[in-house]
């Protein structure tokens, strides 16, 4: 018995080393974790535990939400939105919400019945004579239309050729005075404006540039409604001298509101082939006006 004891008391003392490297392990190990003792280990551990749950339904949470919003400016847009409200707010607009779809689960049901109600209505109508008399007046009436839209076309046809007849003639059937004038106003703007027209059933002026767009007396500049003036002046006298002998022609400082760069030079050139068979007599006070004829090959006589 007293072998058996001193064996068992060695066995004991064996356990209790162990246990007691346990108990020092189990320090260390608590102590790695920043925990004070066993009972801090256990609540940060169930703290821990408690995290890992939260992150997973945050994780899930995400999902739900970009499969809904979507992914990029949306979502961000949409997380902004929920961090800045609070519970009080989701919970006031979700009863709104709530609310809102119960009324139009409402609406629902009502169209739906109303729905039915109708294809009653139409089941009814299919099995009677009214049906019949509607259809055939449905089919007068698709022809009627059918010939009206025949009617329309051949009448927008009709005004196509008018609009090109009316243009054609404006372009060609001007006056001579009108033709005489045109090329030197076209020379006077370097051609920004070729034609010069009388449109039909008026009596105002067009100009109209290269590209078609036509501008009235009235949308003129003033140098332009000059510059018109004076090719109109010199068209018209040469209309008149065809079967008359040329007369002496005198102007007074034309080129007031003609630029010095473009327009006042090709108007004293054109004054310059209209002079070859004329006597032309230009006044002016101008110094800078009088340089610009004499560069072009006018004749300086001086009145003192």
């Known amino acids: 018995i007293e072998d058996q004891i001193r064996q068992l008391t060695t066995k004991i003392g064996g356990i209790k080393e162990k246990k007691r490297k346990a108990e020092e392990l189990l320090k260390t190990y608590i102590s790695s974790m920043g925990a004070k003792d066993e009972d801090d280990f256990r609540n940060k551990y169930a703290i821990f535990v408690r995290r890992k749950e939260l992150e997973r ?15 990029g400016e949306h979502h961000d847009s949409f997380i902004q939105s929920i961090s800045t409200t609070t519970p009080h707010e989701i919970e006031s607009t979700l009863e709104d919400i709530t609310s809102r779809l119960q009324d139009l689960e409402k609406k629902r049901d009502d169209d739906n019945q109303r729905i039915g109600e109708l294809r009653k209505e139409i089941d009814g109508l299919s099995s009677s004579d009214d ?32 609009d090109k007849a009316i243009s054609k003639y404006e372009t060609t059937k001007q006056p ?27 009596d105002d002026f067009t100009i109209r540039d290269n590209s078609g767009r036509s501008k009235t007396v009235k949308q003129m500049s003033k140098g332009t ?13 040469e209309v008149y001298e065809k079967d008359k002998e040329p007369m002496p022609i005198i102007m007074d400082d034309i080129l007031v509101n003609f630029d010095d760069v473009k327009r006042g030079p090709q108007a004293i050139r054109e004054l310059a082939k209209f002079a070859k068979d004329r006597q032309v007599i230009i006044l002016t006070c101008h110094k800078n006006t009088l340089d610009l004829y004499k560069s072009l090959g006018a ?3 001086i009145l003192d």
């Open 57 to 71: 339904k945050i994780h899930t949470s995400k999902e739900v939400i970009q499969s809904t919003i979507g992914m």
């Open 131 to 162: 049906l019949l008399v509607k259809q055939s007046e449905l089919e007068v009436k698709k022809q009627l239309l059918r010939d009206h839209a025949t009617g329309w076309v051949r009448t927008q046809i009709a005004l196509f050729v008018l």
């Open 176 to 202: 001579d005075v009108i033709k005489a004038a045109q090329d030197i106003f076209a020379n006077i703007t370097d051609h920004a404006y070729s034609t010069i027209i009388i449109p039909a059933g008026s």
């Open 225 to 237: 409604k000059e510059q018109l003036y004076f090719a109109m002046r010199l068209g018209l006298i």
């Open 299 to 301: 004749k300086e006589i």
